[in-house]
C-alpha cells in the first residue's frame, strides 16, 4: 500500500504545482511543448513497452477488449464532454469551457491516472514504478493546463486552485482504491482487464491530445525530448525487469 500512496501522492503534488505555476503567472510556451513531447514519450512508451504486454500475458482477450473499449470510452468522454481537448498549454484552447460536465471529465480522467498507478503496483513494483514515473511528468502538465483554461474562463483563483487540489486528490484516490479492492490474488482477466484500461488511457492521452499539438511546429526540441522519453522508459525496464 505505501508505494501506491507515495507515487499518487506525488501525482497529485505534482499536479497540483502545476496549478501553482499557472496562477504565478505559468510557464513558457517553449518549456511546456517540451514537457508535452516528453510526458507524450513516456507515456507512449510505457503502454506499448510495459503495460499492454504484461496485460496480454496474463488475458490476450480481456486485455484487448478492454484496450479497445476504453479508448473508444474515452473518445466520448472527450467528445462530450471537452476534457483534455487541448496539449499541456492553452493558447489555442480559448473556445472550451469548463462547465460542471468537463470537471466531472477530468476528475474521472484523474482518477483513471490514479488507478493505472495502482493497478500496475498490484502487478508489480517494477512496473508500477514506470507506469507512475510517466504519470507524474503527465500530472505536471495536467495542472498548467486545468489552471490556465479556468484562469481564462473568469473562475476566481480561490476557485481555480480548489478545483485544481480537488481533480489531483481523484489521482491519489484511484491508486490507493484500485490497489486495496484489487486484492493481494486478483484473478488474471480482472488484472490484464485494468492493465488494457491502463493502456487505452496513456495511449490516448498521447497520440489524441499531447503528440499532434507538437506538429504546429517543427522544432527539433520536440523529437528530441519525446525520444528522451521513450529513452528514459526504456532504461526504467531495464534497470527494473517484470518481477
Do not use: Q
Not at 76 to 81: G, I, P, W
Not at 205 to 231: A, N, Q, W
Amino acid at each position: 500500500m505505501l508505494l501506491p500512496f507515495l507515487y499518487g501522492l506525488i501525482a497529485c503534488i505534482g499536479s497540483v504545482g502545476g496549478s501553482i505555476i499557472a496562477l504565478k503567472g505559468g510557464a513558457n510556451e517553449s518549456f511546456l511543448k517540451k514537457l508535452t513531447a516528453l510526458s507524450g514519450g513516456m507515456l507512449i512508451s510505457a503502454a506499448f513497452l510495459r503495460i499492454l504486454p504484461e496485460s496480454f500475458h496474463l488475458h490476450r482477450t480481456a486485455g484487448a477488449l478492454s484496450l479497445l473499449l476504453f479508448f473508444l470510452f474515452l473518445f466520448s468522454l472527450e467528445d462530450f464532454m471537452m476534457i483534455h481537448s487541448c496539449p499541456e498549454y492553452s493558447e489555442h484552447c480559448l473556445s472550451h469551457t469548463m462547465g460542471s460536465l468537463a470537471f466531472l471529465g477530468l476528475s474521472i480522467h484523474s482518477l483513471v491516472d490514479g488507478i493505472a498507478v495502482g493497478s500496475t503496483f498490484r502487478f508489480s513494483p517494477s512496473l508500477g514504478l514506470t507506469a507512475s514515473f510517466a504519470v507524474i511528468f503527465h500530472k505536471l502538465g495536467d495542472g498548467l493546463a486545468l489552471s490556465s483554461l479556468l484562469l481564462i474562463a473568469g473562475e476566481t483563483r480561490k476557485k481555480t486552485i480548489l478545483s485544481s487540489i480537488a481533480i489531483a486528490i481523484a489521482t491519489l484516490l484511484g491508486a490507493v482504491l484500485s490497489y486495496s479492492l484489487i486484492g493481494s490474488s486478483p484473478p488474471p482477466i480482472l488484472l490484464s482487464s485494468l492493465l488494457g484500461i491502463s493502456g487505452a488511457s496513456f495511449i490516448y492521452v498521447s497520440t489524441s491530445d499531447l503528440l499532434p499539438e507538437l506538429h504546429r511546429e517543427r522544432e527539433l526540441s520536440h523529437l528530441i525530448f519525446l525520444l528522451l522519453g521513450f529513452l528514459f522508459i526504456l532504461f526504467l525496464s531495464t534497470v527494473f525487469p517484470s518481477d
